[in-house]
């Protein structure tokens, strides 16, 4: 999946990814890769390089779910309040993130994501091939157990 923290869309599929995920357990082999819509949202550059800078400290998965589950809640010290919750480094969290120290890391998944045709967000594909279809969670699993 190609998404965006700020985005409505991403927003709405999260409940729905986690259910495929869920289900699907050690079948699905799951990715999020960063395409940030910066000229639509303006903290979503700032959350992806957040995500990276958690997962500096191994918590890519908790950060991405926090930031999911505010909805909305992007700003600086709102990251910085998830990162305390998880238990991280939150001067290093911070620095980082003020450095924009992770902005090479969530450029090349931008890049990828262009180079695979992705022009929003969420942007699913399923073995290697962009998802055209619906993507609720019946959609996605009948989609991802034809290409087993």
Known sequence: MYGDFQCPYCTAAYPIV???????GGRLLFAFRHFPLRDVHPDAQRAAEASEAAAA?????????????????????DLIAYCAELGLDAERFAAELDSSAHAPRVQRDVDSGLASGVTGTPGFFVAGRMHSGSFDAASLIAALEASA
């Open 18 to 24: 986690k259910r495929v995920r869920d289900q699907l």
């Open 57 to 77: 400290q191994g918590a890519f998965w908790e950060m991405h779910d926090a930031m999911y589950e505010s909805r909305g809640g992007l700003s600086r010290g």
